[in-house]
């Protein structure tokens, strides 16, 4: 149980979370709230010294686009020393970062809580590997392995994030901005999560289904494997074993040979079909056909050439073309623990970021 004054501080670290996600400044805050407090009443609530009275807190509130319920939520996990990559350092600012830090933990904590609700315990294990990974030979041959562990055989995966649901990890979206792909790791010691950037993937710029994908599957060899890679392994070495072992586990090396061993040219057609049927990239495509030695280094660096000289190849080949839609495991959770009487709609509805009219409206019970 809280005492008073651990409330009022998580208050206060709750509201500055807020703001933080919103990339505003204490003064920037005071404006959008027409001047009805000043920067060092907000300094006051975010220090834990005071709570606002009623109204200002629902104005708070919607200024930052947090329902009440969030700022008074306790705290689950510490993401203080979470690292967040970006594809392009140099344009990301401290706000953009510090912004993706707060929704990555809101999102952990949220699904963090319907588990407890629901007395959910994390089921994931490292695997026991007898030989080093140091290798792409040796990630590939780890994502057969794991492929055949799963009764995947050969088929596409349909939906990533939800096989890994299955495996006991937990998927968080957020929205993200340009240049963050996804992250993951492990809380409280044992709770694995992967956290996808779930913008509008038919936007120029924003994250492909593919590459989600893509993402996804190497996240998770980071959870799986993470551990069990050589010391001496540089951070850039690890990345592209991962990369090994996610392109394997999307597109099969012998589904591959079977394409377009032995034909002297590969269409563009023939691509897309494996990009529409597998969810990976054309480009990731052409990468493990040149690692796989079926189609020379010259002419990998020829496609690479020509696709980045050509706006209109660009676009050809770098369209999302494979439909999987965002896991629905989270939601699921939260409909079954309100069916079983186990939370209010209220906070059903603070944990899907919706309305209570939104949670009625879709709430059947058989």
């Excluded at 957020?174 to 779930?198: A, M, R, T, W």
Aim: aromatic share 8%; glycine share 6%.
């Amino acid at each position: 149980m809280r005492t008073n004054e651990e409330r009022l501080q998580d208050f206060g670290k709750r509201l500055r979370q807020a703001r933080i996600k919103e990339k505003l400044s204490m003064e920037e805050l005071c404006q959008m709230i027409g001047g009805k407090v000043t920067q060092q009443s907000i300094s006051k609530y975010e220090q834990g010294k005071m709570y606002p009275d009623s109204s200002l807190l629902i104005e708070l509130a919607d200024a930052l686009n947090v329902k009440q319920e969030f700022l008074f939520r306790p705290f689950r996990v510490d993401m203080s020393a979470m690292e967040v990559a970006f594809r392009k350092k140099s344009s990301v600012a401290k706000k953009e970062v510090e912004s993706v830090k707060v929704k990555v933990q809101d999102g952990i904590e949220r699904y963090m809580e319907i588990d407890q609700i629901l007395s959910i315990s994390p089921k994931f294990n490292v695997p026991f590997v007898r030989t080093q990974l140091s290798s792409a030979e040796d990630m590939m041959k780890e994502a057969q392995a794991l492929r055949k562990e799963w009764q995947l055989g050969l088929s596409p995966i349909s939906n990533t994030a939800e096989l890994l649901e299955s495996k006991g990890v937990n998927v968080v979206y957020i929205d993200g901005p340009e240049g963050f792909s996804g992250l993951s790791g492990k809380v409280n010691g044992n709770v694995p999560f992967i956290v996808l950037n779930e913008r509008d993937e038919n936007k120029q710029g924003m994250v492909s289904v593919e590459r989600r994908r893509f993402t996804t599957m190497h996240e998770y060899c980071h959870l799986r494997y993470g551990d069990l890679f050589p010391a001496e392994l540089d951070s850039t070495a690890v990345e592209r074993l991962c990369d090994a072992f996610a392109s394997e586990m999307l597109l099969p090396s012998d589904v591959l040979r079977g394409h377009v061993e032995g034909k002297s040219l590969i269409s563009g057609n023939e691509l897309t079909y494996l990009q529409t049927v597998y969810g990976i990239s054309v480009d990731a495509i052409m990468h493990k056909l040149n690692a796989l030695k079926l189609i020379s280094g010259n002419r990998y660096r020829g496609y690479c050439i020509n696709k980045n000289k050509n706006a209109v190849l660009k676009a050809y080949f770098e369209q999302s073309r494979f439909n999987e839609g965002k896991s629905k495991l989270f939601e699921t959770k939260v409909y079954r623990a309100l069916a079983n009487d186990l939370l209010s709609v209220s906070k059903a509805a603070e944990l899907l970021g919706t309305t209570v009219n939104d949670i009625r409206k879709h709430l059947n019970v058989i």
